[in-house]
């Protein structure tokens, strides 16, 4: 089998990355192959299930035409500066092109040591490998741009994770790129101008071919981030590790370390067990992803021209997130309460819901699903505090057109609970793979009511909850 390779990354200059091959494993088992997404890719499944394409997927055998190599990047974590990061324990493998000509990196997170890996041991343990494939598939079916899940497979070898052994694993991710602020950054800090120049026309190359200038190019990156973290809120997620190193500049979601879908709402939720002050808050997350595009527009100066006209120009795109921030956010909330076309006059409406629901410890995601059904007071600890709300919203709907339609296509049934993907890994490191299956399974289709998943569609019990999440490393 050969793979559609056309590896433009790897035609980059050497200091954008260093070539390395994956190291490979013991006993490569795989866990979950993405059959549809293999067939979008163009790249045959039942070849990707053999011995070859698992030898291939767990980094054994690198296939003709791919050029292995780790890519350098820098970042904010938590807001301090670290000047070299790059890829520790992933391996871009290149980028194949799938029959409708679009462009795909396909990469090994898990894949061994890089000259990036630092103290790490360049691996991945089963869990995060799975959270990742479950939730970025789910997002996917939710329809939110995201990196996706190819293949996972086991590596017959062992992880040490805070002390005890894990199940080593390994994640194919296909991405549209694995451009991020990061990238940008690390030459920035470099003062290599040459090279921002070089990655500058990259990246509107492969993913913003209508931009003709850097600045037009930061303001396509802010409204795509825009797009991408109301998405995020209204379907209830918290990313959990928003530093610039995570931040795609394809618009994508990358990096589920420890992330987490709310149950309860609250805008203060935090699950990650590192986000010790909560800077990555539910509520915070739109004003970080401004912040992170504020370091990327601080590295486009160099290539805007004259230092004060660029810096006032750079500066009103950043301010621009704001705005078509708040008219997504408006958009995307206004159809989970049934309103096609909400205006600003809505807003009131929509942000006393979700007041109510804090105080109330409403879950999210059943309380907008609720509403169509007339289940949403029952999620409330007081129905009075929806009943209280109700009327006006119902007086209001009286001027739509089909809202529960409109909010059968806002609102999931259901979607990757924290206790769901967590007993999934559990029994998982048991050999038992048929729970992360059916989770699976479950989430490709998480507008669709299914008695079958009934039991995927609750809440957790209180002694089911999971408060806190743990990074992938
Ligand atoms: P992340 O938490 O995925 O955003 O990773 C932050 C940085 O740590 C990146 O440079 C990773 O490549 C690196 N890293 C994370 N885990 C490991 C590991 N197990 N071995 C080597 N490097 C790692
Ligand atoms: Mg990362």
Redesign the pocket.
Known sequence: MTLPFDNSYARLPDRFFARQDPVPVRAPTLIALNRDLAGRLGLDPDWLASPAGVAMLAGNAPPAGSAPLAMA?AGH?FGGWSHS??????ILLGEVVAPDGMRFDLQLKGAG?TP???R?????WLGPVLREYLVSEAFAALGIPTTRALAAVTTGEVVVREASGRPGAILTRVAASHLRVGTFQYFAARDDVPALEVICNYLTERHYPQADTPLDLLRAVVARQADLIAHWMAVGFIHG?M?T??MALSGETI?F?PCAFMDVYHPNTVFSSIDQYGRYAYANQPQIAAWNLAQFASCLLPLMGPEGPAIEAATDAVHGFAPLFQAEWLRRFGAKIGLANATEADRPLIEDLLSRMATERADFTRTFRGLATGQAAAEFIDPQAFEGWAPRWQARLADEFDPQTVMARANPVRIPRNHQIEAAIVAAVDGDFARFHRLGAALATPFDPAPEFADLEAAPRPEERVERTF???
């Open positions: 990047y974590q990061l790059g890829d520790g324990r992933a040591q990036f890996s630092r790490g041991d360049g691996r991945a590790v530093n190193d995570n990096d370390g990074c992938g490393t």
